[in-house]
């Protein structure tokens, strides 16, 4: 689907202290990175329950459980179009990724704002 807004994640090291010669030494740590967040602005091609469905994939309330990490975590690729709507000027892969927020739509239709739905994923790591 199409986004009118993407937040792509940001990627920080942890900061490590180690004493040495009666001062502290600070080195590089495991990286850590934040959500991706996209609102989206035209819905998918096909149904548009793919969000919901991949979310009962991780968590099922009903039956109490849900599939392992390896079977509901995927790839997401983040195409920048040019002006044309074609042309990808820019390309991020994230991988280990997962919708862990769905936020609801806001039906107010009193101001010119799109409705739009807000998907917040989880990411182990970018690839590129």
């Not at 690729?77 to 040019?82: A, N």
């Amino acid at each position: 689907f199409l986004c009118q807004v993407v937040k792509a994640p940001d990627i920080e090291l942890d900061d490590v202290e180690h004493g040495d010669a009666g001062y502290m030494v600070k080195t590089a740590g495991m990286e850590k990175t934040s959500k991706l967040s996209i609102e989206k602005i035209s819905r998918a091609e096909t149904t548009d329950t793919f969000m919901r469905a991949w979310q009962k994939r991780i968590m099922n309330t009903f039956i109490g459980g849900g599939q392992l990490p390896s079977q509901y975590k995927l790839p997401i690729i983040v195409e920048e179009l040019s002006a044309n709507g074609i042309s990808v000027i820019d390309r991020q892969i994230y991988e280990g990724c997962w919708p862990q927020k769905i936020n609801g739509k806001d039906f107010t239709r009193k101001g010119s704002d799109n409705t739009v739905e807000n998907v917040e994923f989880s990411v182990d790591r970018p690839i590129n």
